[in-house]
């Protein structure tokens, strides 16, 4: 019985990167040809389009629990904690009138055709130049004022190890909300690091539970502020959550 569960993981994950791959290239066509002119709109509807055949085509719903309702006319910077592959696609699957562009690592522009269409959906900042990291700030304004779009930023920073609840944040989305007066948008995704682990015959599909906790407003509190009450936010929601197979990556 083990060994047929196993075999029905690997065929499943192995479905899942076949059709991520056909929608990438799919969509990323489109994507790429419309690089050349300026519609956010109408690259949101294919960005969005594609998250969602990704995620209900894996076998993939979710509940979402929220404390808070979002304002269509405001713009805001999300965070949540970063366990899988599946938060990027289920931010976008989530936001069907907040379009949502990335901070992602600039390294990864590099790449023919990805490259350009990374960058059409993406902020990109190179970690190790300090010039990079400042330049985001104004970049992450510029999509919020000009752009009328809502910036997602994992404030880990990446996918920490499995038995790792939660990572230490980075400053960065802290800094953008003082600096861009935006408020953020907390969000908590539970069980990923099992529904959809790194770990290629581990996992299951199946309802993701979504909790929308709370926004947390700039005014009158400082980067720290912010970074703790979020820190805390998320950590006391997961803190209870059993990790599977928690000593493999």
């Known amino acids: 019985m083990k060994y047929l569960k196993t075999v029905a993981t690997i065929l499943w994950k192995v479905w899942f990167y076949i ?24 690259t949101y509807f294919f960005m969005r389009m594609w998250g969602c055949v990704i995620f209900y085509g894996s076998g993939f719903t979710y509940s979402l629990y929220s404390k808070v309702n979002l304002d269509p006319n405001e713009n805001y910077i999300f965070i949540a904690n970063h366990t899988s592959l599946i938060d990027v696609v289920l931010m976008y699957v989530l936001h069907p009138k ?6 992602g690592k600039k390294e990864l522009e590099k790449y023919p ?40 930023i994992f ?3 990446g996918v920490p190890k499995r038995k790792i609840i939660l990572e230490k944040f980075k400053d960065g989305a ?15 995704f539970h069980n990923l690091k099992n529904m959809f682990p790194f770990v290629f015959n581990l996992g299951y ?15 009158g509190g400082t980067k720290q502020d912010l970074k703790e009450e979020a820190y805390h ?17």
């Open 233 to 249: 936010l998320i950590y006391e929601r997961i803190k209870d959550d059993k990790i599977n197979h928690a000593n493999i990556r």
């Open 113 to 152: 055709v990805f490259g350009r269409i990374y960058k059409k959906v993406s902020i990109l900042v190179d970690r190790s130049n300090n010039q990079s990291k400042q330049a985001v700030f104004s970049a992450v304004k510029k999509e919020l004022t000009q752009n009328n779009r809502n910036v997602v």
């Open 174 to 188: 802290f800094i953008s909300s003082v600096y861009c007066n935006s408020p953020i948008v907390v969000y908590v």
């Open 98 to 103: 907040h379009p949502i562009v990335f901070v």
């Open 19 to 42: 059709l991520t791959a056909l929608c990438t290239l799919t969509v990323g066509v489109i994507i790429y040809l419309m690089s050349y002119q300026n519609n956010n709109k109408l």
């Open 205 to 219: 599909p199946g309802k993701v539970k979504v909790e929308r906790i709370k926004i947390l407003f700039p005014e």
């Open 155 to 157: 404030p880990e920073g």
